[in-house]
Structure formats: structure tokens, C-alpha cells
């Protein structure tokens, strides 16, 4: 990160003086015991694709984790896993911390220099487990990372960027982006694990048991210090894996059709108060297919898919709810704070047709062939993915999808869940949050911070901040700034007002043309203003600037060194 030595000291005393402040605040809070903490993240789950954020996927698990906590409707990500899941760790913007993507793009740049630098975290980047650890807690990483560069993958390469050299006591999960469902590769600490698995293996199952065992066995050591798990699922990013069981029930729903669901969504939405009764959906994207258009083989395949995704989310509600009902029998539940989100929206990256016997390559198999092997969807025969028309559903009401800088790709459920801080249990928070705040807020949570100094070595300033005022009160205020920037596409949010940028590969950033959105009266982003304002819109990419200048260069020179030479792998361009 390339910090004027004025600036890095002067933030950094600012930086230091302000969680000084917010830690006394809640020492003088506290009563009891440290809370335990618990993040789950879910990964490529839509806005809306949860029960207590409007859909009609059953998760009753996650659903009581609302009713008792809060959900905050406007929570921000970074639109891709790896740098949400650094940001989430950090506090600190992705770009700061050399995670402007996902670490497997560097496959696709062999040569670049940058590649040597980038993916791997600051040594002067302290993460939440590291503050907690320091501070007595027990801390556990149990299921996705995508934190590591791809030379420390091999079995005998370095282990600099894994869990444990990162502050974690102990590991069990995968180490990338996405695995095999019923037979994935697994690793325990710094090793990769080779077992076999058992016909009714499924690994929200193994999580979730792994989870269970790491507190069962914590608890009956008799210890009084807390713990800390970074629970990271594998759904519902693709494979879309589960037993047929789960996806039977939803079969007849969708049948309707996206179109359907999504205006069933979008109206649901809004009887429960989770939107603005004045909130315009916006119109299904130009290359996106309607319904109606779809040939019957088709029609069947889709809803197929559809139901696939919901019974795997179900399914790892359910998993979530074992851990829940055993938190409240070893009496832990009250004093375990629960922050549940999704790493980035609704994944469109299958396009039009969807994957059915293969990620991230195009159907070999014409809709009739895919229909004549339907009931393979889910299960170990397929690797499997939704069309892209299903993740602007789960996605509703907003625009697009992971990746982009639409909400659509950036906002996702958030819920934070501590009976013994939420006053008004069930609430809604409607106060921005971007993922860089979830660290200093659970430190704030615990009695701890970031240090300023580790070992002598002065640390990057943090960015987040913490909302805990805003989980007393639903007046208090909330993050005012933040910038976004992936593959080149661009955003800002300064209070109401949102700019969007859709670069243009073959084009200098500065002919960009930039959108602008009043978030207080267009919450989906369906309206541009940027005629009617072009001032605002001067003043916002001005402010982009000054964000990226503070917090965005890390190991980039440039917004998008990464985007052109993807754009073969992922549909980042405008649709329509």
C-alpha cells in the first residue's frame, strides 16, 4: 500500500485514538463474561434468497437467528469471495490487503509480475484471529478460505497464507474457491487429508459436525476462555450438490419461472418491510431470457436447477440449526454473537444455459439430453449451476449480479445476532455497512482492537469501523463512504447518492461514463440521474479518486490491471 508517511502516521494515530475510545466504551458496557463469536458466511447467496430476506427457500434456522437479531438491509461486500472473506478478516479495504480478486485469476495472468505480489496478505495486515488469539480467545477456520496464492497450494509448498499462519489454532475446510460437495479435498491445518467417504457423505454435514465437535470439546475442557469460529459453507456456491430429498419439495414451485418468482419476491419483500414500499424492480437485463421464450425441454431443466439451489440452502440451514440447538444446550447461546452474510450476490457466471456436467466450461448437452438425465442434477454425476436468469431472482429487487457494482453484485443479507446486546430483537437496520466494519465491531464486541504496532511494525491503518451503535440504536449513524472498484467496473457511495462505473476495455478510464443513483428514494439503483445531476456526479467521481488514492492502490497502479484478460472467463461487460 503506497502511503504518504504524513498520511499513514496520521491516520494511524486517528486510527489508534478511535478504537481506544470505542474499547473503553465497551468496557464500560460490558457485564459478564467475553462473548463468544461466530461468522458464518455463505457464498454466492442472493439479497433475497434467505426466508427472513423475502424468499420462499424454507430456512428456519437462519430465520430465528433474525427474529432475535437484526438484519441490515443495506450491507456492502466486495462482490467476490476471496476479497470479502479478506476484508470481512482485516477490516481493511481488499485492494490495501493485495485481494482485488479471487486468488485463481493469477492461472489466467502467468507472466505478469504482479502476480508475484499480489494474493498474499501483508505481513503488517493483523486479522481479527490474530487480535483474538493474542487476547485468550480459542479461534477455529472451519470450511472455505480462498485466501491463498496459487504457488502455496502444493502439498510441500509454503504455508504463509493459510488459517494457522494467519491466527487461527486450528483448520478444517477447503482451501479454494469451490469443491466437490460429496467428495471434496480437505485439509486439517497445514495439510491436505486423504480419507474416504462414506455414501452419505455431504460436506455442509462435515462442517457443521466439525463445527459442533471443536465447541463440544472446548466446552468440556473446562476452560472459561471464549472462542472464535470463521464458519465459511460451500453454499450455495456451485457445484449445486444435495440430496434429492431437499430439491423434490421446490419442484412445483418453480415451475413458474423466474419471471414469477422474482415478482413473488419483489412483492413479498415489501409486505415484510425489508424494501421501500416505493422500490421499482427493474427491468429483467437485455440479454437475459424471459420465461415464456424457453422451450419446455428447457422450462423443466431450469426449475430443475432452481430447485437444486434451494434445497442445497436448506440443507445448510439445517446444518446451521445443529450447531444453534447445541449452542443452547451447553448454555452458550446468549453470550454468542452470531454475524451471518453472504460473500457476494447471486452468481450469474453460467449464462444463459447453466452448467450441467461441468463448472466454469459451456453445456455440451443440448436441453432434451439434459432432460433425459434431469434426476442427475445434485447429485455426484453432475457439477452443476444455475442459469443466470436465477441469480438476478435471487438477487431481488437489485440490479445484476456477483461481480458487478450494482448492488446486485455488493449488497447481500447481513444478520447480527447477540440476545444479550440486541434490545429489539426482530428489527430491521437500515444504516450502510460494508463488510470492512464486521472486524472492528466484534473486537469492539470482545473488549480488544487492532494494535497500531505488532512487533515493532507499524500496521495498515484499518478502514472498517464498528456498528455496534447502530445494533443499540436504529438512529445511529452509520458508514458514510465507501468505494468499490473489481475488474475495472467501478462504484462510490457518499450518503444517499451511489456512482456506477462500467468500464469499457477498449477504452482510457477517463471516457467511463459514470451513473448516479438517490439511494433514500431508488433502493434498487432503477433510476439515472446522472443527466439531471452531472455536479453530483463530478463530486462523486472525484471522491472515487481520493478513496482509491488512501485505500485502493495496495500492489495495483491502476483500477482493473486484472479485467481485460478475464473477460473471456466471466460476462463483466454490460448486458444489453
Not at 105 to 127: C, H, I, K, W
Not at 300 to 328: K, P
Amino acid at each position: 500500500m503506497q502511503l504518504s508517511r504524513r498520511h499513514f502516521v496520521g491516520t494511524l494515530l486517528a486510527t489508534t485514538t478511535l478504537c481506544s475510545v470505542a474499547s473503553a466504551r465497551s468496557i464500560e458496557r460490558r457485564a459478564g463474561p467475553r462473548p463468544n463469536i461466530i461468522t458464518i458466511v455463505l457464498d454466492d447467496v442472493g439479497y433475497s434468497d434467505l426466508g427472513c430476506f423475502g424468499a420462499e427457500i424454507r430456512t428456519p434456522a437462519i430465520d430465528s437467528l433474525a427474529k432475535a437479531g437484526l438484519r441490515y438491509v443495506h450491507f456492502d461486500t466486495k462482490a467476490v469471495c476471496a476479497s470479502t472473506r479478506a476484508s470481512m478478516l482485516t477490516g481493511r479495504n481488499c485492494h490495501t490487503v493485495n485481494m482485488p480478486d479471487v486468488p485463481d485469476v493469477a492461472a489466467v495472468m502467468r507472466g505478469d509480475p504482479q502476480m508475484a505480489r499480489l494474493f498474499r496478505m501483508p505481513d503488517n495486515a493483523q486479522t481479527m484471529a490474530q487480535v483474538l488469539q493474542g487476547k485468550g480467545y480459542a479461534t477455529w477456520a472451519v470450511g472455505k478460505w480462498h485466501m491463498i496464492p496459487m504457488d502455496e497450494l502444493g502439498v510441500d509448498a509454503g504455508r504463509d497464507n493459510w488459517p494457522l499462519q494467519r491466527g487461527f489454532d486450528y483448520f478444517y475446510g477447503f482451501p479454494r474457491g469451490w469443491t466437490d460437495q460429496y467428495r471434496p479435498d480437505l485439509v486439517e491445518n497445514n495439510g491436505y487429508l486423504k480419507r474416504d467417504f462414506p455414501e452419505d457423505y455431504h460436506l455442509s454435514v462435515d462442517l457443521a459436525d466439525k463445527a459442533i465437535s471443536l465447541i463440544e470439546d472446548h466446552v468440556a475442557g473446562k476452560t472459561d476462555a471464549p472462542f472464535f469460529m470463521n464458519l465459511g459453507f460451500g453454499t450455495a456456491h456451485s457445484p449445486i450438490q444435495v440430496p434429492r430429498e431437499y430439491s423434490a419439495p421446490y419442484d412445483a414451485i418453480y415451475e413458474k419461472g423466474w419471471d414469477a418468482i422474482r415478482e413473488e419476491r419483489f412483492t413479498r419483500m415489501k409486505r415484510m418491510g425489508l424494501i421501500p414500499a416505493s422500490t421499482r424492480l427493474p427491468a429483467r437485463e437485455a440479454r437475459d431470457r424471459a420465461w415464456a421464450d424457453l422451450s419446455d425441454d428447457e422450462k423443466a431443466v431450469f426449475a430443475r436447477y432452481m430447485a437444486v439451489y434451494a434445497g442445497f440452502i436448506e440443507h445448510c440451514d439445517r446444518q446451521i440449526g445443529r450447531i444453534l440447538d447445541m449452542l443452547r444446550e451447553k448454555e452458550l447461546f446468549e453470550n454468542t454473537i452470531v454475524v451471518l452474510l453472504s460473500d457476494n450476490g447471486a452468481a450469474g457466471e453460467a449464462g444463459q444455459e447453466g452448467f450441467f456436467d461441468g463448472l466454469y466450461r459451456a453445456n455440451k448437452l443440448t436441453p432434451a439430453e439434459q432432460r433425459a438425465r434431469i434426476d442427475e442434477l445434485g447429485t455426484a454425476k453432475t457439477q452443476a449451476e444455475y442459469p443466470r436468469p436465477w441469480a438476478m431472482v435471487g438477487d431481488t429487487p437489485l440490479r445484476r449480479y456477483k461481480l458487478w457494482p450494482y448492488s446486485g453484485g455488493t449488497r447481500t443479507p447481513m444478520i447480527f445476532h447477540w440476545p444479550r446486546r440486541v434490545d429489539d430483537p426482530g428489527a430491521i437496520r437500515r444504516q450502510f455497512v460494508d463488510v470492512i466494519d464486521i472486524a472492528p465491531t466484534l473486537l469492539e464486541a470482545a473488549d480488544a482492537q487492532f494494535d497500531a504496532v505488532v512487533g515493532g511494525v507499524a500496521q495498515i491503518p484499518v478502514a472498517g469501523q464498528s456498528f455496534l451503535p447502530t445494533v443499540r440504536s436504529r438512529k445511529a449513524p452509520g458508514r458514510q463512504v465507501q468505494y468499490f472498484e473489481l475488474r475495472g467496473n467501478r462504484a462510490i457511495t457518499s450518503g444517499r447518492w451511489r456512482a456506477v462505473a462500467i468500464h469499457d476495455c477498449d477504452q482510457p478510464y477517463a471516457n467511463d461514463r459514470w451513473e448516479l443513483f438517490d439511494l433514500d428514494s431508488d433502493f434498487s439503483e432503477s433510476s439515472d440521474l446522472a443527466a439531471r445531476y452531472p455536479a453530483k456526479v463530478a463530486e462523486m467521481k472525484r471522491l472515487w479518486d481520493d478513496q482509491w488514492a488512501r485505500y485502493g492502490t495496495g500492489e495495483l497502479a491502476q483500477p482493473g490491471v486484472l479485467t481485460c484478460r478475464l473477460s473471456d472467463l466471466f460476462d463483466r461487460r454490460p448486458a444489453g
